[in-house]
């Protein structure tokens, strides 16, 4: 199943803020940020393994595709490599009320008010669940991301783990992140959100088809991966209709939590009894013995809820997605409505 990216407030504001939550995960950051060392020093260098150097290649095609191409901002991301020393970068917390999709939210400069928060330490989201669950009535989740963005204010590098990623899902990160660095709105990170995914997700197969062409084992197997993410995120909307119809009822507390209980375990029953018919590949699995609440599902519609809206843009655009990527940079001069103005093109 595929993790979470998360936005990370600019590095300057992490260490101005000495002493709080900020200057904590700035910590973290600016210790990957001085282990970093440049893709092209690496690739020059002997002793770097045959199959880094591969790697290391296809990062920078995949980054001059995302600028060249699509029209994605230039500037200095995945220039540099880090060995992370683990799978993921962050552990992202995020809480939501327990009878209804109401998301709790912290606010950050430059960001604005966002629906998670990232730890380079699970202890400390662990901690920050704690003190969310003492107040009452809340859902928590505690995901792993596999990537994250400072809005192309820091240079974000390449990750060691990254190195295990099929070229789509490499693609599609870099691309994904590379969105967030081009056009970012204030205050909408559902907006924004979606709009990294769409252009993450058609962007990476749009790569994979012009290196690989549309015969190749490459790009069957991108295209498997994209359908059945799609399938994916399809259950988790049909799910979350069926828990807000649930929760839109005029109907005591209790109800409400207990017929949230028969909706996943007849979700739960659904993906058990139809998982082969549903997916063509073994990537969900596991999704019949999630821990799945209101949380986990919310978080999911951060990123996918309305992405209907992007692709009929797509197809309006003739399915020229640097045309696409024109029209997401022109949100920028547009103060309120984003998505009405995105209707009306």
């Not at 994605?72 to 939501?96: I, Q």
């Not at 009894?273 to 821990?291: M, V």
């Not at 999911?300 to 696409?324: I, P």
Request: charged share 30%; aromatic share 12%; glycine share 6%.
């Amino acid at each position: 199943m595929r993790r979470l990216s998360v936005l990370i407030p600019p590095v300057i504001i992490l260490i101005l803020c000495n002493g709080c939550y900020l200057a904590k995960q700035g910590t973290g950051l600016l210790g990957y940020q001085f282990r970093t060392v440049p893709i092209n020093k690496m690739l020059r260098d002997s002793s770097t393994a045959p199959e880094t150097k591969e790697f290391l290649n296809r990062v920078l095609d995949i980054r001059s595709f995302a600028i060249d191409s699509l029209g994605l901002k230039r500037n200095k991301n995945y220039l540099k490599y880090v060995h992370a020393g683990r799978d993921y970068m962050v552990d992202v917390l995020v809480a939501c009320k327990d009878d209804t999709f109401d998301l709790y939210k912290w606010w950050f400069p430059i960001t604005g008010s966002v629906p998670y928060k990232g730890f380079f330490d699970r202890k400390d989201a662990e901690k920050e669940a704690k003190k969310i669950t003492k107040k009452g009535g809340y859902d928590i989740t505690i995901g792993k991301a596999d990537a994250f963005s400072t809005l192309g204010i820091t240079a974000d590098p390449i990750y060691s783990f990254m190195a295990e990623y099929s070229v789509y899902d490499l693609a599609s990160l870099i691309i994904h992140e590379q969105t967030h660095a081009t056009v970012f709105i204030k205050s909408q990170i559902q907006l924004n959100e979606e709009m990294a995914t769409f252009v993450g997700d058609v962007g990476g197969l749009l790569y994979v088809k012009s290196k690989f062409g549309e015969d190749s084992d490459q790009y069957r197997a991108a295209v498997l991966s994209k359908e059945d993410y799609r399938t994916y995120i399809s259950l988790m909307r049909e799910l979350y209709d069926d828990l807000r119809a649930v929760y839109a009822q005029d109907s005591s507390r209790e109800y409400k939590l207990a017929e949230k209980a028969r909706v996943f375990g007849s979700f739960r029953s659904n993906i058990a009894n139809s998982y082969d018919s549903l997916f063509r590949t073994q990537r969900y699995k596991g999704l019949k013995q999630a821990d799945l609440n209101n949380a986990v599902i919310a978080s999911r519609m951060t990123y996918n809820l309305d992405m209907s809206l992007y692709y009929s843009l797509y197809e309006k655009r003739g399915r020229d997605m640097a045309a696409v990527v024109r029209d997401l940079k022109g949100l920028k001069k547009v103060k309120k409505e984003h998505k009405e103005y995105l209707r009306k093109l």
